[in-house]
């Protein structure tokens, strides 16, 4: 069995890429930290370099208790040395950012995500424990603030996922999953909740960070129209753009399309929208004398007999606009 990682009799983490053949430690004795049965450290120059156990004929040792052992260990290290340091622990959240520019004007709020916001542990927490109880619960390891009644569990998976019971529970858990040396590695420094290992359970979800689009903006809206002529058309770009056709003169119904189906069928129901609304609109789709069984092609007229575009209704002294209701 070969491991990257070995504890010292004093409880030191030791990596085995720190040690060199000019630096052995050879004196120390290193242990294992799943069976606790001594290691001896690899430095070869044509084998990879790695802890393996000093005696190989004992029994076997767990793969999966190395890892949620290492992982504890490196949690809380990590935490404790940043509390010492006066350096942070984070707990990093991805964020989404909501530009509210458009939002009275065009009903847009514009959801991207934007990044991270970094939780500092040792800002809300002061103490931390192994194997703790916790209401009725044990957590692999446990936050707890001596200023406040403030607890968080983090608990390690590596074949077990967090039982049931305890996620509802409600207490507040960061639920690490990990299945090699190098995602328990980054533990030391923080824990990093935009990972695919890592999941979190009944924390209070973070708000979005409030800021305005740049200038040069690329998101693009849809949006219908209608105009002082009758005609109308569906427009694609950018808010800044849909915002100029809706302040024109000549605009006197505009809507912005959220939910977009295939642009054929959109067109129809907003242009019957506005109609609705009582908005003049002349479009072919709407009238009497449209036939419908070409559905993605524009619209055939009964009276010419021939296929039209939707906004010759505006010129069309045969136009009778009707609710498809109607017909």
């Not at 076997?60 to 890892?67: I, K």
């Not at 505009?254 to 003049?280: F, K, T």
């Amino acid at each position: 069995m070969k491991y990257r990682y070995a504890q010292t009799a004093n409880g030191e983490t030791v990596d085995i890429l720190d040690l060199s053949r000019g630096r052995p430690r050879r004196h120390e004795q290193f242990i294992c930290f799943s069976c606790e049965r001594g290691l001896v450290p690899v430095l070869g120059l044509r084998r990879e370099k790695h802890f393996r156990h000093r005696f190989e004929g004992e029994a076997p040792c767990s793969p999966e208790t190395y890892l949620h052992a290492l992982a504890k260990k490196q949690i809380i290290d990590g935490f404790l040395g940043a509390v010492r340091s006066g350096k942070p622990y984070n707990l990093t959240f991805p964020i989404e950012r909501h530009c509210l520019r458009w939002k009275d004007e065009l009903g847009y709020i514009c959801e991207r995500p934007t990044g991270r916001r970094d939780i500092d542990l040792t800002r809300h927490f002061d103490s931390v424990q192994e194997e703790a109880a916790v209401r009725g619960f044990v957590a692999d390891v446990l936050l707890t603030s001596s200023k406040s009644n403030k607890e968080l569990l983090i608990e390690v998976a590596v074949t077990h996922r967090c039982e049931p019971s305890k996620i509802s529970s409600g207490l507040r858990i960061v639920e690490v999953s990990v299945n090699n040396e190098d995602q328990i590695d980054a533990l030391v420094t923080g824990i990093d909740v935009r990972s695919n290992n890592v999941a979190t359970h009944n924390l209070i979800p973070l708000k979005p960070l409030r800021a305005d689009c740049l200038s040069s903006c690329g998101t693009e809206l849809t949006a219908f129209f209608v105009y002082k002529s009758g005609k109308s058309r569906i427009l694609t770009q950018i808010p800044a753009r849909i915002a100029e056709e809706r302040r024109r003169s000549s605009t006197i119904y505009s809507r912005v399309i959220h939910d977009i189906p295939e642009l054929p069928i959109a067109y129809r129901s907003e242009a019957l929208q506005a109609l609705s609304d009582g908005i003049p609109i002349k479009c072919c789709f709407l009238c009497r004398y449209a036939g419908f069984d070409t559905w993605e092609k524009p619209v055939f007229c009964k009276i010419r007999r021939t296929e039209v575009g939707v906004n010759e209704a505006a010129d069309c002294s045969a136009y009778r606009p009707t609710l498809m209701t109607e017909r």
